[in-house]
């Protein structure tokens, strides 16, 4: 059965509010009736067994049990990854959820086939934000990836604030790997910039650079960007043990 995060507080009497959309989720999708059973997650990652209930016209969560097992925690890395092909955006949302990261930047580059912001609706965000959403019911994760809207590589490295420390170039003309030792530290946030097929501009090689991001490799292998950058958070993950 999916899992359902509990957003807000969970009172004394362990009852929890659900959203509209987990409520139509819980009742008509599952059909899981008042008085029914469902598991819920919350925001520190722990686990619950609770009851559908109605009390006065309202539907809530009430916690009947906490169910052992480990907490589950977020892998704290911001991707920044240049606009693709929708459906191969839709992949990458759908597996950087799973793997627990907290952001993701949408970017346009001098070499981005997909360049025209404007005709990316909210309609498109927002369903980036669904696909994300429901992927945490299935894969058990108490929170979503904040996805930015598109913007360009200039607006965004002004507007960074990650600690330099953590900040990584996936740059295929190098061959420094991402576990080498001195390369590698364990920092308290990670932010991989990774960018379209044929790389950036020398330009934008160099404002990356100044930006503090320190260049590194996935191996010989050539890569889509959406496996690169899922093979990057994975490693990350496991070098974290998170």
Known sequence: MPI?????????????????????????????????????IDLEGKKYLAYFIEEKG???????????????????????V???????LEFLIEKATEL??????LLTTTYTKHQ????ISINKINRLNKISKETLKQCERPLAPTIHPPQTLKLWLQGLKSPPQGRLHFDEKITEPLLSPKLFEK??????????????????????????????????????????????????KGSLGI
Do not use: C
């Open 116 to 119: 025209d912001i404007q005709k």
């Open 4 to 40: 359902f995060s509990i957003k807000g507080p969970v009172n004394q009497e362990g009852r929890f509010a659900l959203s509209q959309e987990d409520v139509h989720h819980l009742s008509t999708v599952l059909r899981v009736p008042f008085g029914g059973r469902f598991k819920a």
């Open 187 to 236: 920092e308290t946030y990670y932010t991989f910039i990774l960018g379209p097929e044929g790389g950036f501009h020398e330009e934008e090689r160099q404002a990356i650079q100044e930006a503090k991001f320190r260049p590194f490799s996935l191996g010989g292998a050539l890569l889509r960007m959406e496996t690169a950058a899922l093979y990057g958070a994975s490693l990350l």
């Open 58 to 80: 309202q539907s809530f969560g009430q916690v009947w049990e906490n169910l052992e097992g480990r907490v589950v925690s977020r892998l704290p890395l911001h991707l920044a």
């Open 82 to 88: 240049s606009l693709i092909r929708w459906s191969r």
């Open 100 to 105: 627990g990261v907290m952001e993701i930047s």
